[in-house]
């Protein structure tokens, strides 16, 4: 039995109410701001919904909550790669590894997109060829992914493809389970001159790894006037023997549990990119301590610590 009693919310409010918003913060109705990154994702950050209204009046494009298909995104349909599936809540709700509801809705009868794991084939969804806008802003991609498992996970992947036969270049990878949760990604694409693809990707994970993506967004992006990429340099099929294994850029393999573990293992460096890594060398990156009691976590530097004597980023008097 699960019982509950007397509960009290503390420290908790609407954002404060502005005058006035910067100009990369969104005001919402009630005269709050929120970071313009946040607008029309699929998430009520104001609080009274209008940040997720009057979408076709902002730079937003390729948007779709899996409802009602995969909208104006593109299924690989190759001998190489197998097809993302949609499902509702329903599929999983009796099952510990997948979600009982989507983001969207938040109910079981709400819709996702999950990759069935295949050995042989990742299953793989490609936008319409896109350009950055001519002002020098960024592209961003914008989803949340769901990823539960305890021991080689199923992998997300992001790509940018600018030719049709060249090496498509790594933007973004999650393994890592975050337990019954839908985390949301914004991912910037740094491709300022040449028309390109989105490629969103799934790969081979253990039996009992999950990998779910819900509502998918571009923002500040436009659609290219390119019907097709340029054919670029034919590159071979990148593969790994072991399936345990992931592909650095320069097309050698190292264990999955090696990438973005603040190590370089991959000659090029390229396991240590795209992590959204925090060293602790400026800041906590975000994080809070949340620590009860007389202890609680600090940042500091090596050398006034009497232990270690090194951080493990440096392997010098750095902080963490």
């Known amino acids: 039995m699960v019982a509950i009693d007397d509960i009290e919310f503390q420290n908790c409010q609407f954002p404060p109410v502005n005058a006035s918003c910067e100009s990369s913060e969104f005001q919402c109705e009630r005269g709050s701001c929120v970071d313009i990154s946040r607008v029309c994702d699929f998430t009520d ?33 190759s001998q190489l790669t197998t097809p993302w599936l949609i499902q509702d809540g329903r599929a999983g709700q009796d099952l510990f590894d997948q979600p009982g509801r989507d983001h969207t809705l938040g109910t079981l009868t709400g819709h996702f ?58 933007v973004f990878t999650r393994f890592t389970s975050h337990g019954q949760v839908w985390t949301r990604a914004d991912i910037e694409i740094d491709e300022t001159e040449k028309p390109f693809q989105i490629i969103i990707e799934g790969t081979y994970g253990d039996y009992g790894s999950f990998l779910g993506v819900d509502d998918i967004s571009v923002w500040n992006c436009n659609i290219s006037s390119e019907s097709t990429l340029p054919e670029g340099t034919t590159l071979p099929t990148p593969s790994c023997k072991d399936s345990s294994d992931v592909q650095c850029d320069d097309r050698s393999c190292i264990p999955q549990t090696k990438l973005c573990d603040f190590v370089e293992d991959c000659e ?43 951080d493990a980023t440096k392997q010098e008097a750095g902080t963490g």
């Not at 961003?140 to 769901?146: G, V």
């Not at 925090?278 to 940042?299: A, K, M, N, P, T």
């Open 45 to 77: 950050d104001c609080g009274d919904g209008s940040d997720e209204e009057k979408c076709d009046d902002q730079p937003v494009l390729l948007r779709t909550d899996l409802e009602e298909g995969f909208g104006d995104w593109t299924v690989g349909d």
């Open 113 to 170: 997109m999950y990759y069935e794991a295949d050995f042989n084939r990742n299953a793989r969804l490609i936008s319409p060829i896109l350009k950055s806008p001519p002002d020098g802003r960024k592209c961003h991609l914008r989803l949340y992914y769901f990823i539960t498992g305890s021991y080689n996970l199923q992998t997300l992947n992001v790509y940018v493809k600018t030719t049709q036969n060249g090496q498509d270049a790594p």
């Open 268 to 310: 090029d460096g390229s396991d240590e990119n795209h992590c959204g890594t925090c060293d602790f060398e400026r800041d906590l990156c975000g994080w809070s301590d949340e620590s009860l009691g007389v202890y609680s976590w600090i940042q500091k530097a090596s050398f006034q610590m009497p232990q270690p004597f090194k």
